[in-house]
Structures are given as structure tokens and as C-alpha cells.
């Protein structure tokens, strides 16, 4: 057990449920977890949407490259990168240090339901272009040190499969090391 990594991050297209894994994920293994969008909110007191109308997508990819550099010194915590993370070289370099990585795969149709057209995912346009990206992104995901089929299990079930898969042993591991 002492050289399993220290900190788990999620990554996936919009909607493959990496912001509900997580939380439920970290429950698990009684550690932290932290959204990169949400943090990114955080520290530019903008949301993401406002991010790429006032500054561009390439200021927003900045702000998660470095966001990307500060986690890689953060131990016990699930990471639920934004969609686009991963398929940058540097920000999926920087993820990668000391970390395990989780690709949450789900089918176009799936992200399709899920994601909301309320603006608030500025690359989330047409169907036209959702399609195009999911299909760029493929191979940056495939890149992963796991993949999980996301589409067919409730957030719960799921975090539970990938602690059972990726820390054999974790809950028996959490009691002992319990008081
Ligand atoms: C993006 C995905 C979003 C968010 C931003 C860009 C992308 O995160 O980072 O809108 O490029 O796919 P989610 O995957 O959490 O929706």
C-alpha cells in the first residue's frame, strides 16, 4: 500500500458525471475533492462561461494549466478536471504527476441528454459540434491509466467500482487505519 498513489483525477467529456463521482469517490476513501471549473471560479471570481466571453478559451486553458500545476502537489484528493483539461499536452502532464488517472467514458447519445444548453458550457453548441469534439477528444482520454464505462451505473455505484478496481482493499484499508 505505500506506493499507491495519493491523489485520483477524473476525466471525461461534459456530462460523463465526473463532478458526482467525485464527491462520492473522495466519501470512499476519506479524502478531499476538489472540481477544476468550480476552482477556477473560485480563484478568477468569474464563472466559466463569463471566462471565455470576456478573456477567450485560451486565457480559460491557462487558468487550467496552472490550476493543474498547483494540484500536483496535493495528496488524498479525487480531481474532477473539466472536459477540455486533458486534451491539453502541458495541463494533462502536470495531472498525471504522481496521480491516478480515471477516464469516465460515455456515449455521444448519453452526453448528449446530459448536458444542459443553458450557456453555462460555452463549448456546448450545436449537436454538430458536441459530435466533433467528443471525437477529438478520444484519444487524449484513451491516454488514461483506467477507463470505466460511466453511462450505465448511478454516481454511487460507480465511484465504488473504481475504488474496488483501482484500491483493491480500500475498505478494509479505511478500518483498520480507523481509531
Ligand atoms: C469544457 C468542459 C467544461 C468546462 C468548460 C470547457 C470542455 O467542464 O471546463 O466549459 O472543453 O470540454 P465539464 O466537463 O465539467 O462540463
Redesign the pocket.
Known amino acids: 500500500m505505500a506506493d499507491r498513489p495519493r491523489r485520483l483525477v477524473l476525466v471525461g467529456?461534459?456530462?460523463s458525471g465526473?463532478?458526482a463521482v467525485a464527491p462520492a469517490l473522495a466519501a470512499m476513501l476519506g479524502w478531499e475533492h476538489l472540481d477544476?471549473?468550480v476552482e477556477i471560479e473560485r480563484h478568477t471570481g468569474l464563472v466559466?462561461a463569463e471566462i471565455f466571453r470576456q478573456r477567450g478559451e485560451a486565457a480559460?486553458r491557462a487558468e487550467e494549466g496552472q490550476l493543474a500545476l498547483r494540484l500536483a502537489a496535493r495528496e488524498e484528493l479525487v480531481v474532477?478536471a473539466?472536459?477540455?483539461?486533458f486534451a491539453q499536452p502541458d495541463t494533462r502532464e502536470a495531472l498525471r504527476r504522481g496521480a491516478v488517472t480515471v477516464w469516465l467514458r460515455c456515449d455521444l447519445e448519453t452526453v448528449m441528454s446530459r448536458i444542459a444548453r443553458d450557456g453555462s458550457?460555452?463549448?456546448a453548441g450545436s449537436r454538430e459540434t458536441i459530435a466533433a469534439?467528443f471525437a477529438a477528444r478520444e484519444s487524449s482520454y484513451r491516454l488514461a491509466d483506467w477507463t470505466f464505462d460511466a453511462a450505465r451505473l448511478p454516481p454511487e455505484a460507480l465511484a465504488r467500482e473504481i475504488a474496488d478496481a483501482v484500491f483493491p482493499g480500500w475498505e478494509g484499508a479505511r478500518r483498520t487505519s480507523e481509531p
Do not use: E, I
Not at 82 to 85: I, K, L, S, V, W
Open positions: 467529456f461534459m456530462g465526473k463532478s477544476m471549473d466559466v480559460f474532477a473539466g472536459g477540455g483539461a458550457r460555452p463549448l469534439l
